[in-house]
């Protein structure tokens, strides 16, 4: 069994990295949609009969109709290559198996210290356990993730060299010192909301699948298909739900990884952002955002159980 939860567990973090390849274009595009230059650069923005023809101004609200979904990814075709749909995908296959294991040892670990503090296993328990697995996750991983979005906002031409991974990240270190790797990470600190959110929900209902399973007239003592089949469906029921109420946070951490922006901290960007777009604003890249993470989330999650139950098989 053990050995089999090490092939699982190495399973695992090859689909961590075949899932980062795969969802990157989804994740360039999100990151794309969230930056203020969709909105002030003439290549993404849409024209429909305008006086100056630099795009649709909203009746009343003075500010330009950003682009949709397959408008920036049209134009990302056009003007820049298939190739940049996969900008920032070094320093993703770098920091996915990392931060996944940080992750779950934080949480573990939190989890069982917090059991002795609180009622065991009760929501207070859960959302503790995930808020300091996300805060140490974030702290050690942000300068990853920042060199991985200045990646992405990078829009250059076809046929112009564009910055690798080790290039963006000397740029940042000359321009802007150590600092300028954690630029976000207070954006980061507030989307912790998120994880807590979406594990409070993925307990509740594990626990009342496991309920159901062992009040039900036919229950089995050992799991089996359908049970991590349910698991699969509650992670993908609660990112789902947990990315749509803490999304504004993502929006706000895009802008204030910026270079050269006029985006300097949480709640100064935050106000810029609603003052000059609006609230929609704050959704820009959502949808992208739920596509990619979703599946994602139900596999991880998922998977991770599975790999407890068999090391508390081997245990025993």
């Known amino acids: 069994v053990t050995h ?41 923005q849409v024209q429909l009969g305008t006086l100056n023809g630099t795009g649709v101004i909203r009746p009343g609200s003075g500010t330009i109709t950003p682009p949709g979904l397959l408008q920036v990814l049209r134009s990302i075709l056009e003007k820049e290559g298939p190739r940049s749909l996969f900008r ?22 939190s989890k069982e210290t917090f059991n002795g503090v609180f009622v065991p296993n009760s929501g207070v328990v859960h959302m503790s356990s995930a808020g300091f697995a996300a805060f140490v996750t974030n702290s050690l991983m942000n300068p990853v993730w920042m060199v991985k979005t200045r990646m992405q906002l990078e829009k250059k031409a076809r046929g112009e060299k564009k910055t690798n991974a080790l290039q963006c990240a000397r740029n940042v270190y000359k321009t802007e010192g150590m600092r300028g790797f954690y630029r976000g990470l207070t954006a980061s600190y507030a989307g912790i909301s998120e994880t807590m959110i979406c594990f409070l929900i993925y307990e509740t209902l594990k626990k009342r699948l496991n309920e159901a399973r062992f009040t039900s007239p036919n229950s089995e003592t050992e799991k089996g298909a359908s049970d991590f089949l349910g698991l699969m469906m509650a992670a993908a029921f609660a990112k789902g739900c947990a990315s749509c109420i803490a999304y504004p946070h993502e929006v706000i951490r895009t802008r204030l990884r910026e270079e050269g922006s006029k985006y300097q901290y949480f709640f100064q960007t ?26 994602n989330t139900a596999i991880v999650l998922s998977t991770y159980e599975l790999i407890v139950h068999l090391m508390g098989d081997s245990s025993q």
């Open 4 to 44: 089999l939860s090490a092939n699982i567990l190495h399973l695992w973090l090859c689909s961590g990295t075949v899932g980062a390849i795969v969802t990157c274009p989804l994740e360039v595009l999100k990151t794309r949609l969230q930056s203020s230059g969709i909105t002030l650069r003439p290549m993404f």
């Open 88 to 109: 920032g995908l070094g320093p993703n296959l770098v920091g996915v198996a990392p931060s996944r294991a940080i992750y779950f040892a934080a949480y573990k670990k």
């Open 270 to 295: 935050a106000r810029l952002v609603a003052v000059e777009e609006g609230y929609s604003a704050f959704y820009r890249g959502l949808i992208p955002q739920l596509i990619r993470q979703i599946p």
